[in-house]
């Protein structure tokens, strides 16, 4: 396979199947990948960053058994837990990472979904932070119904985060509490509710590159314009503590498959990256054009003047509400 010609009919709108990105995975070198990836993302995304941050504004005692998680009540690993926090705690948070340079925030809670009771004084939230803070906001609230995402847009949300994790095929090993039809349901409704969406996944799980890439085009078929790539940070505690890292090269030839199977999306690095040698440079170098920064749910992240400054240097301008 040629790289660069296949790099120059995605520029002009030519679309890979599934076969093609195969034949990258396992035929390139990571190196050819990872320039053609940055030249796509030059190309049709332009010098654009996306920086956002997240809060846990609800921990632990979750339902459901996702393998991976520290908050899952199925396992020991002694995480914080805490009810939905207060809105003046939520407003302080999102009101000192703006004053920082970013420009988007997004609430993320514990659990399956939020109750009703919840979703109301949630939104209460997103209304203050709407009136007091022109940030983009997101929320991150579970399987929620069409009716309470319906409550999230008037409220002053504009994306919902909902991460498929894997594949399909995949997805039974690393839970079995809820299902993938019901996350595709979730993003699907949240579409129609009016929201953009966020949804990406987590390599490292021991899934193949055939479920990563297979995550990817389903992404692509349900319109998904933010993805986030989380790599597993094992957990102790969690089944799978003892799993071994990726290699850094790995990870560099995933994000940049999926930037030529998502040639215009915002691929955003996420959970892991603190792990990483160069705290993901080669990355952003690679396709990447969005990140998710300072601390994580669970597990430490970049601090945001540090991803500003390498961001920039990179010669990207972080762009605000992109």
């Not at 939020?114 to 979703?119: A, G």
């Not at 609230?141 to 594949?167: C, I, P, Q």
């Not at 690095?269 to 952003?284: C, E, I, N, S, T």
Request: glycine residues 8%; negative net charge.
């Amino acid at each position: 396979m040629n790289i660069g010609n296949l790099a120059e009919k995605i520029k002009y709108g030519y679309e890979i199947n599934r076969e093609e990105a195969l034949e990258l995975a396992y035929s390139s070198n990571t190196e050819a990948l990872s320039t053609y990836a940055g030249e796509l993302r030059e190309q049709l995304c332009g010098r654009d960053f996306n920086l956002c941050t997240i809060i846990n504004g609800k921990s632990g005692r979750c339902s459901e058994n996702c393998t991976y998680c520290a908050q899952s009540a199925w396992f020991n690993t002694c995480v914080e837990e805490y009810p939905l926090l207060p809105e003046e705690t939520v407003v302080e948070s999102a009101l000192s990472n703006y004053r920082q340079g970013v420009h988007r925030f997004s609430i993320v809670t514990s659990g399956k979904r939020l109750e009703d009771e919840e979703v109301d004084a949630v939104c209460c939230i997103y209304v203050k932070l709407a009136k007091t803070t022109p940030m983009g906001l997101c929320a991150s609230h579970g399987l929620l119904s069409y009716e309470a995402l319906l409550k999230l847009r008037k409220a002053g949300v504009t994306r919902y985060h909902n991460n498929l994790e894997t594949s399909e095929r995949f997805f039974a090993k690393i839970c079995t509490t809820h299902t993938y039809s019901e996350k595709k349901t979730v993003i699907k409704d949240a579409q129609r509710a009016g929201l953009e969406v966020c949804s990406g996944g987590i390599i490292g799980l021991g899934e193949s590159m055939e479920d990563r890439i297979d995550m990817a085009f389903t992404l692509k078929q349900l319109g998904v314009g933010s993805v986030p790539l989380n790599v597993l940070s094992p957990i102790p505690g969690t089944p799978l503590e003892g799993r071994i890292p990726l290699a850094y090269d790995e990870i560099v030839r995933t994000a940049a498959i999926f930037r030529f199977i998502l040639p215009k999306a915002q691929l955003r690095l996420a959970g892991g990256r603190a792990l990483f040698p160069d705290k993901g440079k080669r990355l952003m170098e690679s396709g990447v054009n969005a990140a998710i920064s300072g601390d994580m749910l669970t597990t430490a992240g970049i601090a945001t003047h540090e991803d500003i400054a390498m961001i920039t240097t990179l010669g990207f301008e972080v762009k605000a509400n992109v």
